[in-house]
């Protein structure tokens, strides 16, 4: 082979092997994302031409239903407006899809079939959709966005023991329909200082205040590091990293024990014991309870946010320097999303053990043939079933005793941690939380963007009433 022909072949090669690259690329290690993503219309133009399975609250109330058009296709239709527009999302051949819409696409097409539907196919009977039952509960999902009255935030319960997920808000919502349009999509992405698209559940991070001083806990006493009754300085002020921190009203505590500090919810104590416990173990626990990885529920991966030390949109490197005590504390440049600190509670209230969070129940055909069912699924041991109980109790005397009592409901006996964190324009406002406190049923996150009120005020009632009305309906 002379040069030029060799540098002919050697160029060719390149290229084939170029080409390869790329269609592996695309086809193979980019196919799921490219498929999550809501603005990629193909799925959704290839269900114009037929139905798609209806989805459904856990009543059996339809949330979502196609609709055969005069042209012969099909259309969306969301009868229960924008009451579920962020966990079921949309799906129109004009903006794609998104949320459960989009994450369980292939089977409310009828592209993943039961044997059951197949033979109903070759017997000539029936469509091959099917229809999505949900655990969201209509009730309490009214009553979450009626108690926010319009401020911006989340309201977010799940079940301890299962994971599965009877609330979802995020508010404002949007009207799903509108995604059909253009003038509506339009409308939509132009009103920025609402911001409607954004799914504050599980997209949007919030630093989390002193709700963060559960996880901080958890850390001290699981590693051994403390107990309840081990003491710790509280006095205020005091200087971290050279700048001070002081408790709420600059409070005087002194030499408080682990659980007074939680109650009290003692900024300058929790400074001290992340210092203590330092980096590495605070960094454990936050991973154990699934920061620094997307929350494992099902929706679209494009959709959700991890939770931890951010820089802007980026998480921190693990390594990275920081304020170790701010971060104890729920500060520094922590961001959360919602359902990250829902599964904070849920982790305490289920024995130290995190399920992961799931919005779907089952799919069934047209004859009521359960044809897949959504398991709950353990994600992993958190922290000893000693260590959760010692939480519980503590995170019940916030509510008897300490910054959490607006949470009380009486025989139902909530526990949970208040929280409020200091940012541009206001307070964002937490409470976490769980009840019955003997047997815990649902665990619950609320946040509200850029309040002047503490959480204890704003965000502890809404709580409470939501998880007291799911109890009462149960």
Known sequence: MNKPIRRVFFVVVFLFALMVFYTARWTVFEARSLNQNALNKIPAQKNAKKPRGAILARSGRVVARSVKQPDGEYVRRYPQGELFAHPVGYSFAFYGQSSLEKYYDERLSGQTQSVSSILDQVLGRGGDE?????????GAQQLAQAQMA???????????????????????????????????????????????????VSSATYPPGSTFKVVTATAALDS???????????????????????NDFNQQFGPITLETALVKSVNTAFGNIAVDLGPAKMLEYMKRYGFYSPPPV????????????????????????????????????????????ATVAATVANDGV??????????????????????????????????AADLNKMMRKVVEEGTGRSANIGDLRMAGKTGTAEVR?????????????????????????????????????????????????R
């Open 354 to 387: 995190r399920m992961e969070p799931r919005l779907a129940r089952a799919f069934r055909d047209e004859y009521g043939r359960t044809t897949f069912s959504v398991s709950p699924k353990r994600a992993e041991r958190v922290m000893k079933p000693g260590t």
């Open 224 to 246: 051994g590091v403390m107990t309840t009754k081990s003491t710790v300085d509280g006095n205020s002020p005091q200087t971290f990293a050279s700048k001070p921190l002081q």
């Open 298 to 341: 099902d929706l679209p991966l494009v959709q959700l946010r991890s939770s931890g030390l951010r820089q802007g949109a980026d998480l921190l490197p693990a390594d990275a320097n920081f304020d170790l005590a701010r971060t104890g504390i729920g500060q520094e440049r922590l961001g959360v999303t919602p359902i990250q600190m």
């Open 150 to 200: 319009g401020r911006k935030g989340a309201v977010v319960v799940m079940e301890p023991g299962t994971g599965r997920i009877p609330v979802y808000v995020s508010v404002p919502g949007f009207p799903p329909g509108a995604m059909g349009t253009e003038a509506g999509v339009r409308r939509l992405n132009s009103d920025e200082k609402n911001s409607p698209l954004v799914d504050r």
């Open 130 to 138: 099917q229809n999505m039952l949900t655990n969201l509960d209509r």
């Open 425 to 473: 324009g206001g307070n964002q406002a937490w409470f976490i939380g769980f009840a019955p406190y003997d047997n815990p049923k649902y665990a619950v996150a609320v946040t509200i963007e850029k309040t002047q009120e503490f959480g204890g005020v704003v965000a502890a009632p809404i709580a409470a009433d939501v998880v007291q009305y799911l109890l009462r309906n």
